[in-house]
């Protein structure tokens, strides 16, 4: 793929998150999935998806700059969300807190292979 | 530039903070950078990295992770170093930590304009 039509695609990747559209997610996700370090595979990674969303009910990926340098993409992910208990080990208990994600991909085969994440864990401490 | 000649300028800019060269900052820093929303402008980014060389003295920026997408740049760098006393509010007083930071830049006539950064505290409190 071209730089544009990996970003394509990896909008396509964020619209299957939002959407909750689990059955979709191994379009995106590949088998042996590797996530921050942790061998999570596609059932582990939809599993971390899905605690999310039950930890967070309305949240939402929201992408705020977005590189694509085949095979790999850089996205800065924004969210305003409600987590209703305890987040990244911090008490939230359903305060509002907005915050930002840097996280890069490596695809392989159209399927993100490996993901490095960063939540600006400390932006959300000071809002609280 | 083309995508592999911003990067190779970037990687310039890392070999100018490495050798704290900083008559050399303005050939890669706009003079009105904002970094993490704040208005810096270049001689409050060179006080900002003199402040973080004297706070951790064996400071090294090492490139992990580097995409190109002009005129973007995202790096994942690694940091294996010394802060002396509080870093990023803890208190490291002269343990050893090893962290990545998430990094975007945005250039502008060869110069970077516009920098978010995202460190991974979480990393560094689960060493302490």
């Known amino acids: 793929m071209t730089g544009p039509e990996l970003a394509n695609h990896y909008r396509g990747y964020i619209?299957?998150?939002?959407?909750?559209?689990w059955p979709q997610l191994g379009d995106f996700v590949h088998g042996?999935?590797?996530?921050?370090g942790?061998?999570?595979?596609?059932?582990?990674?939809?599993?971390?998806?899905?605690?999310?969303?039950?930890?967070?009910p309305d949240l939402r990926f929201n992408i705020g700059l977005l590189l694509?340098?085949?095979?790999?993409v850089a996205s800065r992910l924004y969210f305003d969300c409600t987590p209703s208990g305890e987040f990244?080990?911090?008490?939230?208990?359903g305060q509002r807190v907005a915050f930002t994600e840097?996280?890069?991909?490596?695809?392989?085969?159209?399927?993100?292979?490996?993901?490095?994440?960063?939540?600006?864990?400390?932006?959300i401490e000071a809002q609280l």
């Not at 619209?15 to 559209?21: E, G, K, M, T, W």
């Not at 694509?68 to 790999?72: E, G, L, T």
Request: hydrophobic content about 45%.
């Open 102 to 123: 840097n996280v890069f991909y490596e695809f392989r085969e159209r399927k993100i292979v490996e993901v490095w994440s960063v939540i600006d864990k400390a932006a």
């Open 88 to 93: 990244l080990g911090l008490a939230i208990d």
């Open 15 to 21: 619209v299957c998150l939002n959407a909750q559209a």
């Open 32 to 36: 042996h999935v590797v996530h921050n």
């Open 68 to 72: 694509s340098d085949p095979p790999r």
């Open 38 to 56: 942790r061998q999570l595979g596609l059932s582990g990674y939809r599993d971390m998806l899905i605690g999310n969303f039950a930890d967070i």
